[in-house]
């Protein structure tokens, strides 16, 4: 095991830099946090970190990982605090490669994403994509970097189970989904009711950026325009709030 004492450490400013998308493009990694996260992330792990003092705590963690061949690092509480992003340190972290995204998604239920730009709402909407049995997720240009660490935090692991695909044109994207069978699901201002008209076959649910919507070029592809009725004062709902109830709405069974 390989202890670190200083921030000043070839490695540690490495593992510092990798709270920047510059550096997590350049390197194909990224860093997770977290116990429950780490644990997740283990079979994928390259370097597992583990504060000095907390080596009993995470002993399991520590020979998983040995047992693969990862490198394990222990590090002083300074170093830990510089390359965390956490308020409060959990005193494990590790680095995993960027995985290979998948050349297409297959499924019934997938979930677009189009500028949606809060780190949180992007990581929610995977979690909760994930809980209902989704089977991907599609992010559009403009979104929230996926690898960051507060997306990260927000999908609580389900970053390993959700098969994601980056694009830049994410119109052209759902033309292509569109051509293989796929409806192709757009929320908007006017549309018909979400639970009138809810696709139930195989479709793409795209949700637009919390500011602007979907895109002009977006909604030109969708084959149905929906919006979850307001009957209430609101006039309307946070990006993963609506995102989750549509979600399940699309996943439940009918007859």
């Known amino acids: 095991m390989k202890e670190i004492r200083s921030i000043h450490n070839p490695t540690a400013q490495m593992l510092r830099d990798l709270k920047n998308a510059k550096a997590r493009r350049e390197t194909g990694l990224f860093v997770v946090e977290g116990a429950k996260m ?35 690092l222990l590090v002083s509480e300074p ?3 510089a390359i965390s992003t956490a308020k409060s340190s959990q005193g494990i972290l590790c680095t995993t490669m960027i995985p290979k995204e998948p050349e297409q998604l297959t499924g019934r239920r997938i979930v677009a994403l189009d500028g949606v730009q809060d780190p949180g709402n992007v990581g929610t909407i995977l979690r909760t994509a994930d809980a209902a049995g989704f089977d991907g997720a599609i992010l559009g240009a403009g979104c929230a970097s996926l690898y960051g660490p507060k997306t990260l935090r927000a999908t609580m692991g389900s970053i390993f189970r959700v098969p994601v695909r ?49 895109s002009s070029a977006v909604s030109k592809q969708a084959t149905h325009h929906l919006t979850l009725p307001m009957r209430g004062g609101a006039e309307s709902l946070n990006a993963a709030v609506a995102a989750g109830i549509m979600i399940y709405e699309m996943a439940r069974e009918t007859v």
């Open 166 to 214: 980056q694009v830049d044109d994410l119109a052209a994207e759902l033309e292509t989904m569109k051509a293989r069978g796929y409806a192709v699901a757009v929320t908007e201002l006017g549309g018909e009711d979400f639970y009138v008209g809810c696709p139930r076959g195989n479709a793409v649910l795209v949700i637009g950026s919390e500011g602007q919507g979907v």
């Open 79 to 81: 170093v830990m605090q």
């Open 38 to 72: 780490v644990e997740e992330a283990l079979p994928l792990c390259r370097t597992l970190v583990v504060e000095d003092g907390r080596e009993s705590e995470y002993a399991a963690m520590i020979a998983a990982a040995d047992e693969q061949g990862c490198e394990v």
